[in-house]
């Protein structure tokens, strides 16, 4: 039987893979050639087993086993992830409400926590302040990081030392949000790049090629911090497995009015005699969100039975 050890993976470039082990020391592995033909992706955040392998081409460590995950996300692709820190920026660039509802829902199908991170926060202090209300509304913690205040720095830390040791968080969000910078700001050392928004496009530049774990602390809490690629699109059809019939209760503050509307199939979309609906007019639901709901409530509609049971 070969000797294995067990580790965490940090980041992978080229088929090369940095993995943690227990004691903190750090290995260089590549990966065996039977996770390409089983068509498996080592991610980061992987719990893996690595063995050291001889031959005439190359000797070294290789990632012998993928130990099952407990998740894992498409966009970023991360696994074994417990906190999604969704992020995007009040202005410059403007917010895609559609993409951070995607982004909700796919955490909550997979049992990771979804928390709201709204940058630059003192651009544009009271839309800051709308936004916030929406999504704290909607029954998330939210967060907010400006230039002049440490509030957002402050609530992240008190979250993350709140928490068990070992939990893996990861940012998620559009490009030039301002994701890197905040990371920078509660652990210094990690010294990620940055980069400008730019001017005539008003987007970001993909400084982050490349999901990367940290291993950090918090006062006494020890966790695994993800700075990832930014994106501005989320195929959420091609991502998710969930039914249009069950998309209504990965809308938190949908789940008080749910199996009271008047139809038991009620779909919360257009019927008459709708709690759901009833509580948008009210003001209890935001409107943007039920509005992201009806979007992506037709989109799983229309998704073919055929391709739904290849997924």
């Known amino acids: 039987m070969k000797d294995t050890l067990s580790g965490t993976v940090l980041s992978g470039v080229g088929g090369l893979y940095a993995v943690r082990l227990p004691d903190g020391t750090s290995l260089h592995c590549r990966a065996r050639g039977v996770f390409r033909h089983e068509k498996s992706t080592v991610l980061a955040g ?3 087993l690595v063995a050291y392998e001889e031959n005439k081409k190359e000797s070294g460590y290789v990632i012998d086993r993928i130990l099952p995950r407990k998740n894992e996300l498409p966009r970023p692709a991360v696994a074994n992830l417990d906190v999604l820190l969704i992020a995007f920026a009040v202005t410059k660039p403007e917010p895609d409400l559609l993409l951070i509802d995607k982004l909700t829902i796919t955490a909550l199908s997979r049992g990771i926590r979804p928390v709201i991170l709204i940058t630059k926060a003192d651009l544009d202090p009271e839309k800051a302040q709308d936004y916030a209300s929406v999504y704290r509304k909607a029954g998330f913690s939210v967060l907010l990081s400006s230039r002049d205040s440490e509030d957002g720095v402050i609530g992240l830390r008190s979250l993350i030392e709140a928490g068990e040791d ?4 990861a940012f998620a969000g559009a490009s030039g949000v301002g994701k890197s910078t905040f990371l920078n700001r509660i652990f210094p050392s990690l010294e990620q790049a940055t980069g400008a928004i730019s001017e005539k496009v008003a987007r970001g530049k993909h400084t982050t090629r490349a999901v990367r774990l940290f291993e950090t602390a918090v006062g006494e809490t020890s966790c695994y911090i993800a700075d990832t690629p930014g ?3 989320l195929d959420f059809v091609a991502y998710t497995d969930c039914p249009c019939e069950e998309l209504a209760p990965l809308f938190p503050e949908f789940r008080p ?7 038991d199939d009620c779909t919360h979309t257009k019927e008459d005699d709708c709690a759901v609906r009833a509580a948008c007019a009210e003001g209890q639901i935001a409107e943007s969100r039920h509005k992201n709901y009806r979007v992506l409530y037709e989109e799983l509609r229309a998704m073919p039975e055929w391709k739904r049971k290849q997924k």
């Open 257 to 263: 009015f749910l199996g009271i509307c008047r139809w």
């Open 231 to 233: 994106f501005s699109m």
């Open 46 to 48: 992987d719990r893996v």
């Open 166 to 169: 070992g939990l893996t968080y």
